[in-house]
């Protein structure tokens, strides 16, 4: 049973639009959430993470929303780059259970130019 | 450039062959994981390091045998592997084993068995 979940295999933008990126949690223990985005032949790159006392998190173009009520969390990129073509996986660990972090399956931005 | 670095990159090994993948890191953590990656599948966690003690092991088939002789060199003996076990296989250290910490991954090692 996947305790997190990027429902969507891929998702095309067109560049200078904004990218949305999903994630389901099922866990609710899950505190602490993370995104990292992965080129082809390349290892993961951390990118934006947020504890669950917040809501936002902010960094430059990405922003992280979390809403723990409908336990479901997204990525949002503005404007979107030709450079953030890639995989971004959605990650979730329990802090206070244990250290263990549970990645999505991962979801393939395009960004169209 | 994240300061983690694995050898080979790329490696194709038959059925009975032995085989190692190297990872090194150059940051100074006190954490080393091995993950695998597969097609369509979530990052999957397969050994914890944390001060070169094993403290983890998800339930991985014998066939895969980790070994950690210090905080910075994280080897995978491969031995009798199947063409299941074709995947991409990533190392990646983390100041120590508390969430919170940003685990910082290498490049990954592409594991073909024929």
């Known amino acids: 049973d996947q305790q997190v979940k990027q429902n969507s295999p891929s998702l095309s933008v067109q560049e200078g639009r904004i990218s949305i990126l999903n994630c389901d949690y099922t866990n609710s223990m899950f505190d602490y959430f993370l995104w990292y985005k992965k080129y082809p032949a390349e290892g993961p790159t951390f990118l934006i993470s947020?504890?669950?006392?917040?809501d936002k998190n902010e960094d430059g173009r990405f922003t992280v929303f979390l809403n723990k009520s409908a336990k479901h969390l997204s990525l949002h990129i503005v404007p979107s780059q030709p450079g953030d073509s890639a995989v971004y996986f959605c990650a979730a660990s329990a802090r206070n259970r244990d250290d263990k972090i549970i990645f999505g399956k991962g979801t393939r931005l395009h960004i169209l130019p | 450039e994240t300061g983690v670095t694995q050898t080979p990159r790329h490696l194709v090994m038959g059925m009975t062959n032995k085989k190692s993948l190297k990872c090194e890191q150059h940051l100074g953590h006190n954490a080393m994981y091995w993950y695998k990656q597969s097609a369509k599948k979530p990052l999957e966690l397969m050994f914890v390091y944390s001060l070169e003690e094993r403290v983890e092991n998800n339930s991985v088939p014998s066939r895969f045998s980790p070994e950690c002789p210090n905080s910075s060199h994280l080897f995978l003996h491969l031995h009798t592997l199947q063409p299941e076990d074709s995947a991409l296989y990533l190392c990646?250290?983390?100041?120590?084993?508390?969430?919170?910490?940003?685990?910082?991954f290498g490049e990954g090692s592409w594991l073909t068995v024929v």
């Open positions: 947020i504890s669950s006392i917040k």
């Open positions: 990646a250290s983390s100041q120590d084993r508390s969430v919170g910490n940003t685990i910082y």
